[in-house]
Structure formats: C-alpha cells, structure tokens
C-alpha cells in the first residue's frame, strides 16, 4: 500500500508556479522530519526542502525565496510551494517522511519547465 502519495507535478512555463502535495498515510507513525528531494537525470539526488515536527524549515540555496515548504499536521500533509520556476528546476520529485524506525519515500512526480 502507498504511504506517500504525491500530486501536483506536471509542466508549466519559466516564471510560473507549482503547488506539489504529499499526503501521509497514518500508518506512519511519530513523523520527525518531512522534505521533498529532487532528481534531474545525470544528477544525484538532493535535498529541496524539509520541515520537522516542530516547524523548522531548511532549504537548498538554489530554491531559497522560490520554494516555501508547510505542513497540515491535521491531514497529514506536506506542501511545497515552488514560484518563479526556472527550467534548471525540472526534475523529479520525491517526497520523504522520517520516523525513529525507518526513512519512507514517495514514488516521485514529475517536474518539467520549460523555456
């Protein structure tokens, strides 16, 4: 069964915007840390954007004043506001949840801006 089910990928033009939603099934317990990752191909896997349990934010200095991360801790739900999108920005993302006992991962949306 999924336990990060992501949405709001898709393509959209340079200088546009993105809302990407992770919604977290609560068979996830006790969540510390949730973040997105991105992935361009050719490219290692990095850190966009994460938000612990007691709201403290951290951000890539590629995305910082583009990108604002939140959470709904009533719906289980983490959100990643991208404005400004530049085409270095396509990629794909992957949302992440960490607990005391494991690190889960969405299956990855995809990110495309054009020029």
């Known amino acids: 069964q999924v336990q990060l089910a992501e949405s709001g990928g898709g393509l959209v033009q340079a200088g546009g915007s993105l809302r990407l939603s992770c919604a977290a099934s609560t068979i996830i317990f006790n969540i510390s840390t949730m973040g997105w990752y991105r992935q361009a191909p050719g490219k290692q896997r990095e850190l966009v954007a994460r938000?612990?349990?007691?709201?403290?934010?951290n951000y890539a200095d590629s995305v910082k004043g583009r990108f604002t991360i939140s959470k709904d801790n009533a719906k289980n739900t983490v959100y990643l506001q991208m404005n400004s999108l530049k085409p270095e920005d396509t990629a794909v993302y992957y949302c992440s949840a960490l607990n005391r006992w494991d690190n889960y991962w969405g299956q990855g949306t995809q990110v495309t801006v054009s020029s």
């Open positions: 938000i612990t349990s007691g709201g403290t934010t």
